[in-house]
């Protein structure tokens, strides 16, 4: 299975979580600490090493926010 790994632009998020349930993995959540400028806790990653590279996350993301690099 490929690997890969992803990249929030979290200054653009808007935290409306559609990438959180598509990842197969169950490693996008919201980062409940971290504020943007635009006054959203944006989506975040965690456990990147995890990351299969299948893209569902920049897939559903309405604002192309999310970025997949697979090896």
Request: include cysteine.
């Amino acid at each position: 299975m490929a690997k890969g790994k992803v990249y929030f632009n979290q200054e653009r998020c808007k935290g409306c979580g559609l990438c959180i349930p598509v990842c197969p993995v169950n490693i996008v959540g919201i980062d409940k600490v971290l504020i943007n400028k635009k006054g959203y806790n944006p989506a975040t990653v965690v456990e990147v090493e995890k990351c299969l590279g299948c893209t569902n996350c920049a897939t559903m993301c309405p604002d192309q926010v999310i970025t997949v690099e697979r090896d």
